[in-house]
Structures are given as structure tokens and as C-alpha cells.
């Protein structure tokens, strides 16, 4: 029996509820607002304080507090309850919504990209597609970390929060049309990053409902666990009185603007353990005196230890994408199927939008929640000239291109790096921060094989019955140049030139990394160099960006991370 509009608003309100009820008594008593520290805190302080609950924060939490009392200091809310994090078809909402309890805060990259960066428990993995897939051994190895643990830390994840999709018809052309262009073979189901195509994991439900790395905190011993949510820590402190600086604890501002510090305890392996993310961990670096001098003392930050590389080396695996209007509108679908080619470029798609029909006709200020880059503009960017030209050019978007799906190109590792600064030294502002996508050639030229490789796609016959024939590929491109919205000026050659509908067209995919690397910024346990009981748990220590989406790795590294400490502290014998 067909349902209403109504009785389909009802059976996702009892969905919802479902969910939330089984999370009654386990994550919902795990955190408390910011504004009520210290209540509960140990007198002598804690063991770990860990900077962000996010991708990797919150499975590192959870293990360390198996036998030592942890404090989380999250920044944004609570995933709980919010409708836009919880229910897949919100997907694109979240990412949208630029008022300060947003899940996410946009910024604009120096190179016109809008991107943004997760503010919620549980971070990245509240407001992804979904996607899951581990790295792939080559990024193991040179990590340098020990392949049986990493072997015995992704199934931690996915036993709680991973499951295979039930893929979508749009996801099976892609599937079939990935092995007619050659990108084979077909690995079926599998988690392994593996040349050819394969069936992804993902972490939503059956019912379209999403899990996160907030959910992981449920493994975690209650009694030493401490979760504050709305807590923005404003800067590390450091005890400066011997040779070499060493953390003792953080500022931090509650909900309502109120300062706390928390403190480590006096033991001599206690240590603050930064998990901001690639943009907020280079920034709370800078913040807390750690950085190049130079920048430092411009912004009027007291310099605790010079070091140039904190920053440096930042980059995003730029994306590019075709969009394919269909005849019918097709069921909605995030990433589920990825072709992995020889070249380095990954073949993934979308389709489907859960908004009505008449949401492609409102206006929702500079930002498109249907189409292309799915986000927003910062407030004080949005001029009344940028607002009418974006009016303009989604109206010259034909009809028939909100319905159908994208097919997506993005480049793994790519050798363009950038910078990230401060622009000021609050905490609440988002750094500046530059990509330089497409600044080497070879990342360009792994593009263009992309592109062609989803014109090839695009022309199979798996696609025949979803799409209407008569689409050129220069109509596609054409379509697709002004689907995709960033703040690059457009070239009357972008469809005529790949490279330039590369350059043109780039947008993100959220896989940025870089600003803490490993033998620069941090050594090989991830102890930042130059001062004591610090350390970068997170995608900012990572060289390039692991598999074809990293959030398996940076929750698998979050555990991998916790047992070694544990193991370190406790013998190899340590019950995690």
C-alpha cells in the first residue's frame, strides 16, 4: 500500500524515535554541556584531555578510558535527536546550515572552493555519505604501524557501526558501467582497497539511518569517561619552566562564553591529545604558541617553540563531477560503489534528492542544497551581488538536471600542496587555508582520465534506460559546469578543454589532510616534537588521504592509537 506524504513523515518520526530510544541510558548520559565543568571531574585531573570528539577523538576515548579517566572537549553538539544528522535523505541539510548549532561550518579555501568542516559529536562521520572503505596496505606499511593491530582495529569500528548497502539501482549502472569501461575486476562486497570495482560498507542502517563515531563512546568505561559538548578550547597550556615545554592542560569556553581550564594529573604519562581534524589541529597548534614564528608574533601569540611546518604541506583530493539527467526521478543514494583505476582516479556517484519539488525553486540564499557542492558561503561573503548571481545561474539550470544523478571523479593523493594560516587568534574562526588543486601537472592530467572515463560510463548501456539519449557529452559538460558550484571564475573553454573543466569545475569531497605531518610536526607515535605530553590523533598527521574515503582509517586509527597507549602504560597484556 502507497503512503501519504503524511504517513511517510510519521513512519520517520517512529523510525527516529526507535533509534533514539535504544540510545537511552547509553550515549545520551555519556555527555554533559560544557557550562557544568567541573562537576564530576577528578580533583588531581585527568590521565588524557583529548581536543575534538570527532572521526577519531571519540573511538580514542573510548579506549584509553577502559583503565585511565579521559576528557573530551567537543566544540560543536550533540548528533542525538538532530533529524539533519540522523536521516540520510537530510543529507545535503546539514551541510547547509550556516546558524552557529550547525553540525558543520562552512569555509571558502583561498583557491574559491566551498568546503566544510564538521562541529558536532562524532564529527566528520555526522555529516559524510556514509561511505566505508580501509586504506589500503601500501599506507599501512609506510605509516609504520604494526599490521596486526591495524588488522584487529577496523573490525572494533565495524562491528558496531558498519554494515553493506542494499544498492540502488543508480548505484548498479554505475557498478555494470564500471566494468564495461574496463575498470575491473568486480571484487563483490568487500571493505579492501582493491584495483577494479567493488560494493563499499556504509553506516547507515536499513532504514537510512546514520551511525557515527559518537556511538563508539559506548565501549568506553563510564565512570572514567568525561564528554562536554559546546566546550571550544581556546589554547594548550604549557609548563615552561624546564628545557622543553610540556602540556598541563587547555582553555576552554563553555556554551555561554565562560572560561575553564583543565588540568592533567601529575603523572608522568598523562598528556593532552589533540583529535581537531587536518584544519583544527594545526590551528590549535598555532593558538597554543607552536607555529613559525613569524605568523605567531603577527597575530600576537607568545611563541612556545618555533617550528615552520605546522601548516604546511595541507591538501584536499579535489572532485570533480558529471551530472546525468534522467527520464524518471531515481531513488536517492549516497556513495556505495567505487571503481578504483590504475591511474589513481576513483569512479563513485549520487543520485536522487529527497527534497520536493518545489524546493528547486526557492531561493536558500548562496548555497545549493540540491545540486553540485551541497554547501554554503560564510555570512560575511555573502554580498547582495554574489546572492543575485547565484540566483541567475541556478536559473539558467535546466529543469531535468534535479533529477537524475551525479557521477563523481576524484584523485587520490595528489601531489598539489598547500598552507593553512591563522586569520586571527579565535579559536572560533575558521584558518585560512590554501589547496592549490591542480598545481602539479600530474594531478591535472589523473583529472582528465577521470573525466573520460565517466564520458565512457556515461554511454554505456546500463545508463540507457535511467537517462535520455539525445544528452551529448558537450551537453553534459555543459550542464555540469554550471551544476557544480564553487567561486572559480568560468572560461568560455570549459567544455572544449578538459583540463580547464578540471580546473573550473573542482570541488571538494571532504578529504582533507596535511598541517601536522609525520617527522615534521609530530614523530612516528604522533608526539609532537619539541615539547612533552603532546599529541596529533588525526587525518592532519597524514601524508595523503588513505583508501578512497578515510573515515574507516581515522576511526580505526583513533583505537589503534588508544591500545598502543594502553599497551605501552599497561604491558602487552592490557584488556581492551
Known amino acids: 500500500m502507497a503512503l501519504t506524504k503524511g504517513g511517510e513523515l510519521f513512519l520517520k518520526i517512529v523510525l527516529l524515535l526507535t533509534v533514539l530510544g535504544s540510545c537511552q541510558g547509553k550515549e545520551f548520559t555519556r555527555y554533559r554541556e560544557a557550562s557544568s565543568y567541573p562537576s564530576g571531574a577528578p580533583e588531581e585531573g585527568y590521565d588524557y584531555i583529548i581536543v575534538g570528539g570527532g572521526t577519531a577523538g571519540c573511538p580514542l576515548a573510548a579506549t584509553l578510558s577502559r583503565n585511565f579517566t579521559v576528557l573530551v572537549l567537543e566544540r560543536g553538539g550533540s548528533p542525538y535527536g538532530n533529524l539533519n544528522v540522523s536521516y540520510m535523505q537530510n543529507f545535503h541539510i546539514s551541510l547547509a546550515d550556516t546558524s552557529p548549532e550547525s553540525p558543520s561550518q562552512a569555509f ?59 544498492v540502488a539501482p543508480w548505484q548498479a549502472a554505475l557498478r555494470d558501467g564500471l566494468l564495461e569501461a574496463g575498470v575491473s575486476p568486480f571484487n563483490g562486497y568487500t571493505y579492501d582497497h582493491v584495483l577494479g570495482t567493488k560494493v563499499g560498507g556504509t553506516i547507515f542502517d536499513k532504514d537510512g539511518f546514520r551511525h557515527t563515531a559518537a556511538d563508539l563512546l559506548s565501549e568506553g568505561n563510564r565512570r572514567n569517561l568525561h564528554v562536554l559538548i559546546h566546550a571550544t578550547v581556546q589554547r594548550i597550556l604549557f609548563d615552561q619552566k624546564e628545557r622543553r615545554p610540556k602540556a598541563v592542560g587547555v582553555v576552554f569556553k563553555d556554551e555561554h562564553g565562560e572560561l575553564h581550564q583543565a588540568l592533567l594529573n601529575g603523572g608522568r604519562r598523562s598528556e593532552v591529545i589533540l583529535s581537531a581534524g587536518a584544519i583544527g589541529s594545526p590551528q590549535m597548534l598555532m593558538l597554543s604558541g607552536i607555529g613559525p614564528k613569524s605568523h605567531l608574533e603577527e597575530m600576537n601569540i607568545p611563541v612556545v617553540l618555533h617550528n615552520r611546518f605546522v601548516g604546511k604541506g595541507m591538501s584536499d583530493n579535489p572532485m570533480n563531477s558529471i551530472f546525468i539527467p534522467t527520464k524518471q526521478p531515481v531513488e536517492q543514494s549516497l556513495i556505495q560503489i567505487v571503481g578504483i583505476t590504475k591511474k589513481g582516479s576513483f569512479i563513485e556517484a549520487s543520485s536522487g534528492f529527497s527534497q520536493s519539488s518545489d524546493s528547486i525553486k526557492c531561493h536558500h540564499g548562496i548555497m545549493s542544497a540540491e545540486i553540485g557542492q551541497l554547501s554554503t558561503v560564510p555570512p560575511n561573503q555573502r554580498t547582495w551581488e554574489a546572492i543575485q548571481a547565484y540566483v541567475e545561474r541556478k536559473r539558467e539550470i535546466p529543469r531535468e538536471a534535479f533529477q537524475g544523478g551525479f557521477i563523481l571523479e576524484k584523485i587520490v593523493g595528489p601531489l598539489s600542496r598547500g598552507h593553512l594560516s591563522l586569520v586571527d587568534a579565535d579559536a572560533g574562526s575558521s584558518p585560512s587555508v590554501t589547496f592549490n588543486y591542480f598545481s602539479h601537472p600530474y594531478d591535472l592530467r589523473r583529472c582528465v582520465y577521470g573525466i573520460r572515463t565517466v564520458e565512457q560510463i556515461a554511454r554505456t548501456r546500463h545508463y540507457a534506460d535511467l537517462t535520455h539519449d539525445h544528452f551529448t557529452n558537450d551537453m553534459l559538460l555543459n550542464m555540469s559546469v554550471k551544476a557544480n558550484v564553487n567561486l572559480i571564475p568560468r572560461h568560455t573553454n570549459d567544455t572544449t578543454s578538459l583540463e580547464q573543466f578540471c580546473r573550473d569545475t573542482v570541488i571538494t569531497i571532504w578529504h582533507y589532510h596535511g598541517g601536522c605531518h609525520v617527522g615534521r610536526v609530530v614523530d612516528s607515535q604522533h608526539r609532537v616534537l619539541g615539547v612533552d605530553r603532546l599529541r596529533v590523533v588525526d587525518g592532519s598527521t597524514f601524508a595523503t588521504s588513505p583508501g578512497t574515503n578515510p573515515q574507516a582509517t581515522v576511526m580505526m586509527m583513533g583505537r589503534y592509537m588508544g591500545v598502543k597507549l594502553l599497551r605501552r602504560r599497561l604491558g602487552s597484556a592490557a584488556m581492551v
Open 108 to 166: 571558502v579555501s583561498t583557491d574559491g572552493v566551498i568546503n566544510t568542516r564538521a562541529r558536532v559529536l562524532g564529527g566528520g562521520t555526522c555529516i559524510n555519505a556514509g561511505f566505508y572503505t580501509r586504506a589500503n596496505t601500501r599506507f599501512v606499511e609506510k605509516a609504520g604501524w604494526d599490521a596486526d593491530l591495524v588488522n584487529e582495529s577496523y573490525p572494533w569500528v565495524e562491528k558496531q557501526i558498519v554494515r553493506w548497502p542494499d
